[in-house]
């Protein structure tokens, strides 16, 4: 408590130019942007190192290959590639059609040809 008393004290005791032409040389030997009015800048975002490419390299090529386009380069009648996920949307669409559950089949008719 006593320290900030006689923080207080010294504060008071130097005139305010004085203090404002500390402040812009602090700045200056710093390499701080002064900012008298105290306003965000965004300055210390602005500061920080860009980690564009650092994200870009973790989450890979976006070439990947998938398994459909595996499947269609090594396609022999030797083996087959099974992709498990796709199987078991087909397999859920089927049995939900048969529930009749499925989406609605589409019209035949052009939508302009429409009767009021």
Not at 30 to 54: D, S, V
Not at 63 to 76: T, Y
Not at 77 to 95: A, G, S
Request: hydrophobic content about 30%.
């Amino acid at each position: 408590m006593l320290e900030s008393a006689v923080r207080l004290a010294l504060r008071k005791s130097i005139p305010k130019e004085k203090l404002i032409k500390l402040e812009k040389l602090q700045c200056q030997i710093f390499h701080t942007t002064y900012n008298p009015t105290k306003q965000r800048t965004g300055a210390k975002i602005l500061r920080k190192p860009l980690i564009g490419q650092t994200m870009a390299s973790y989450y890979g090529p976006a070439e990947f290959p998938s398994v459909s386009s595996i499947a269609r380069l090594w396609k022999d009648d030797e083996f087959e590639i099974v992709n498990e996920p796709e199987e078991y949307r087909l397999e859920r669409i089927e049995t939900r059609k048969r529930r009749g559950k499925g989406a609605p089949k589409k019209k035949r008719e052009a939508a302009g040809s429409k009767r009021k």
